[in-house]
Every structure is written in structure tokens, then in C-alpha cells.
């Protein structure tokens, strides 16, 4: 027997007066005077079945029907009487007739209905019930689209879809692994690949000349509303291409994929920003261009200026003095600034300086702030003019070293384009490049690499590279949009030499570098091609795509921000006798 000719949301007008056979869960229900109204939903949508009591097995089925009961119903599709349409529903002009009903699983009473009143942790203790809602299944389905249109593209253009190893050996640079004992070799341990880079190099020198993999990854860090300690990677590579080449066609990528998911036209090309472009003008390696506000800097005007706070910044080559101009914002009350405050001084500034223009052609008399005193009408003029601050606005200040003066006003830029009502509607994506190769860990004192060790830095020799590593840009570029970096790349390191040289440089001696890398050390020995790829993020691409706040939002069963399951209660404690097997003792 055919239980289903039809799914609910496919019912149209076009179909009236053919018998139709539909399954799903009961949405909603209502007695109108002796006709109870059912509404069927599955995951196309929504269909509305008609129980009269002349129908008695119908009818008396029907009266025992709750939320969320699993039914099966057959009837003739007939249009709504006039006036009963409902414009809502793609279905609201027909309804269905039931002349039969059928529970084929009933419902016990619900943690919550439709979501609602239901937080996050009750929502994915009952993923199963949260992913019922149209909403959710929207987004999954966004998802599902998503993924097909970037392997349809990959695939007309010659890329070859391979699997690489979900168990691997653990690697010194990047993120925690996950660990996994190995029980046939007692004391040694599998790590779960945080990205399969090695792989998809080892792949292009096999030749295999474009590849691409859906790959799951696993890094073991503190998360964040955009991270997970599971992941989904596109992960791509290609042989015999420079930056250009790489950054072009996915570039097309993005553009055909948002076309044809979403209906949206992308720039073309994107605009491209150096990161020190980046960081001058935004305080952020990844920033959002809807958002019109930009940092000025003003160290240059402060050098001289009696006010140390100011000065002493201004003069050191790791510090930064800059300012951020708010339009309109000068009538910012004093608690609202002294909140302004707190919120930077979270982050690691020691407070914020501020100053409010009513008529900046009047210099120091056209403005009003604690610090003028401290600044003379030279420095004053230099500012306002540096800025193009005008009647009307608020400007705010970061002075001391760069890297805390970044991230203060980079989160001051985002909260009030946000507060303010800034950010302009759309898709604002950039090619950020030319990072630092390396930056130096002061903790550790030793060199780190900015993106991953198999980075391509952008001199020819080993030489030149041990020799000012501090000034040594890197051949890689990110993709950003909206704020997010939804994916980063490189040419990577296709000869040996360089790549002992940037082990060296990392601190890993020869032995180590042989005992971790060897055997991709010697693989680079045989033919390897020059080569260069990317990896996007598409947890975080679908959740910008989806507008939601989270990627827990786009993910069928994600973590909690703890890192925990509240479906299946993982992680949990595994039995004595498993542990043996293993030789590990849970201390």
C-alpha cells in the first residue's frame, strides 16, 4: 500500500478533486461547531484536513488527536469555501476531506510546542522535537543547498572529491587534538584531524592536480557562538597555481553558490585589503565593510604632545594612538560613555578618552572633554582635521599597545554600527592578504606561525627568511564576509629546504621535525608541484547565509558552548573494563 501520494506543502489548487494520501504530524488542531480542523505538517509544509462527524471513524479518530501525533490521512483535495483561504500558508487555498484517518504513533505530552518558551539547552536536550519546526528545517535545508551547489561547481571544473583520514598522529602547531588510544599499540595515541592540510598537500604531489573534500574536523578549544569542537570544512587544493588563480575561482565559487542558494549578486571582483591596510583602518584582520565607520590614526599628530597618555604611545613603535568618529553621537550621555568605558576596559584598556564637537571650526571653545586641557590648540586643530570630525559628533580614543588598542576599538566599531543602526543591508565580502608569516610569542619566546607551518612565506630563500622572520610576509589571503572570516588559504611550501627552515624557525630540531613531519619532509623530496588551496568554514558560511545568531543554529546536533551534548549526555564516563583494553586510568 502507497502511503503517501503527496507531501503536505506540494497540495495546490491545481490539484483539486484528486484523491490525495498524505502522512505527517499534527501541527495544530481546532472544533469549529462539530468539524475539527487538523493541521498536517511535514518537512514541505503545512495541509489542512477536514473531519466531519458524517465521517463517524474519521471523526472519532479525530477526537482523540493531540500535538504532534504521527498521522496518515486519505481524502479528496477540494478548494476553501470563499472567504476561508489563508494567504499564510503556500497550501491555504485547498484543503483535504478526510475520509480516512489513521494514528500511526501518538505523543506524549511535549517539553515544549513550536519552541516555545524553550531555551537553548532544553531545545538540544529535544533536538528531534526543535528540528520539527519549520524554522530549523529551513535552515538545514539552506544547508543541504548550499553544500550541493559548491560540489556542482567543484565538480564541472575538474576537482575530484577524495576522502583523507579521520585518524591521524597529533601535530605540534594549532590547536588541542582529540585523542584517541590506539588499543593494538598500548601508550600510543590517534589524534582527529583539525584539518586534513597535510593529506591535501601529500594528494597534489600524487598528482592528482585539483581536489576537494565535505570534511569533518575536530580542534580541541574553548568555543565561541561561531565554533564547535566538531566541524564541517570545504577543504581545497590545486596544483600548479599562484594567488591569483586560487582566490579568482573561489571567488566564482561564492558568487554561484549565494546566486543560486539565495537569489544574491556578489561584487565582482571582491575588494581586496592588505592586513595592514586591514588593521589600520579597522583594527581587525576580518572586518565588516557594511559598517561605515573607520579608526584614524594619530600618532604621528601626538607625538609632542604634553599629555602622556597620549605621547608615550605615540612613540613607541608597539603602540597605537587612534580614534574612532561617531556621527551624531554627541549626545551620548555620561553613563552611556562611562559604559563604553567598562566595555573596553574588559578587554585590557586601561580606560577611553573622549571628546564632543558642537562647532569644531571653533578649535579648543568648539569642543567639550576632560582631555582638552591637556592638549594644546595645535594638537587639537591636527585632530579634528585628521578625523573630519563635525558638529554633532563623538570621537573615541585608544591609546597604548597596538594589539589592546585593536581589539578595544574593533569591538567598540561593531557594538555601536550595531547600537546606532550603521550597518548597511547585504553582502560586504573582501580578500584580506599578505599577512605576517610568523609573529613572536613573548610567553614562549619563540617564533609561531600566523596561519599553519606549510605557509608559503613570500622570500625566495631559507636564508632570507631565518634571517628577518619578523619581516617576512606570507602568500596567504582570507575570505571575509560580513565581518566573518568564512575561510583562509595559502601557497604552501613546496620544497624542502624551506620547509626545515620554517621548522627551525619554530623551534622543532631536526630530530623532532624527522619524528613529527618526516614523512611528509621526504615526500617533498620526489617531484613535489608548487601548490595552494583554502579551507571555508561552512558551519559559519551557512549561519551568515541563514542570518542566524549562532551555528548551532545550522547544525543538526550541535554542541552546547561547554562543549557538551545535551541529547545524548556526551561526553560520559566509559566502564573499567574499556579503560583496561586501553590502558588508561581516569584519574
Known sequence: MIMRSHYCGELRAGLAGQTVKL????????????????????????????????????????????????????????????????????????????DELEILSAASDLPFHHGEGAGEELRLKYRYLDLRRPEMLARLRLRHRTLAAVRAFLNERGFMDVETPMLTRATPEGAR?????????????????????????????????????????????????????????????????????????????AREVFAKVLGAQLPDPFPRMTYAQAMLRYASDAPDLRNPLELVELSEALREAQFKV???????????????????????????????????????????????????????????????????????????????????????????????????????????????????????????????????????????????????????????????????????????????????????????????AVFELLGLSAAEAEEKFGFFLRALEFGAPPHGGIAFGLDRWVMLMAEAESIREVIAFPKTQSGACPLTEAPAAVNARQLRELGIRAI
Open 23 to 98: 502522512c505527517g504530524w499534527v501541527n495544530g488542531l481546532r472544533d469549529h461547531g462539530g468539524v475539527i480542523f487538523i493541521d498536517l505538517r511535514d518537512r514541505e509544509g503545512i495541509a489542512q484536513l477536514v473531519c466531519n462527524p458524517e465521517q463517524a471513524g474519521v471523526f472519532a479518530v479525530a477526537e482523540t488527536v493531540r500535538a504532534e501525533y504521527v498521522l496518515r490521512a486519505k481524502g479528496m483535495l477540494r478548494v476553501r469555501p470563499q472567504g476561508t483561504a489563508n494567504p499564510q500558508l503556500a497550501t491555504g487555498e485547498v484543503e483535504v476531506v478526510a
Open 177 to 253: 587534538d582529540f585523542l584517541s588510544p590506539a588499543r593494538n599499540r598500548p601508550g600510543r595515541f590517534y589524534a582527529l584531524p583539525q584539518s586534513p592540510q597535510l593529506f591535501k598537500q601529500l594528494l597534489m604531489m600524487s598528482g592528482l592536480d585539483r581536489y576537494y573534500q565535505i570534511a569533518r574536523c575536530f580542534r580541541d578549544e574553548d568555543l565561541r557562538a561561531d565554533r564547535q569542537p566538531e566541524f564541517t570544512q570545504l577543504d581545497v587544493e590545486m596544483s600548479f597555481v599562484d594567488e591569483e588563480e586560487v582566490t579568482g575561482l573561489m571567488e566564482a565559487l
Open 310 to 500: 597620549f605621547s608615550a604611545p605615540a612613540r613607541d613603535p608597539g603602540c597605537r594612538v587612534a580614534a574612532l568618529r561617531i556621527p551624531g553621537a554627541a549626545d551620548m550621555s555620561r553613563r552611556e560613555l562611562d559604559q563604553l568605558t567598562e566595555f573596553v576596559q574588559a578587554m585590557g584598556a586601561r580606560g577611553m578618552a573622549w571628546i564632543k564637537a558642537a562647532d569644531p571650526s571653533r578649535g579648543r571653545d568648539g569642543m567639550r572633554s576632560p582631555i582638552l586641557k591637556f592638549l594644546a590648540d595645535g594638537e587639537i586643530s591636527s585632530v579634528a582635521e585628521r578625523t573630519g570630525v563635525a558638529a554633532g559628533d563623538l570621537l573615541l580614543f585608544g591609546a597604548g599597545p597596538a594589539a589592546i588598542v585593536n581589539r578595544a576599538l574593533a569591538a567598540l566599531r561593531d557594538r555601536l554600527g550595531r547600537e546606532r543602526n550603521l550597518i548597511a543591508p547585504g553582502w560586504a565580502p573582501l580578500w584580506v592578504t599578505d599577512f605576517p608569516a610568523f609573529e613572536f610569542d613573548e610567553n614562549e619566546k619563540r617564533w609561531k606561525a600566523l596561519h599553519h607551518p606549510f605557509t608559503a612565506p613570500g622570500v625566495a630563500a631559507p636564508r632570507e627568511l631565518l634571517a628577518r622572520p619578523g619581516a617576512t610576509l606570507s602568500r596567504a589571503y582570507d575570505m571575509v564576509l560580513n565581518g566573518h572570516e568564512i575561510g583562509g588559504g595559502s601557497i604552501r611550501i613546496h620544497q624542502r629546504e624551506m620547509q626545515s
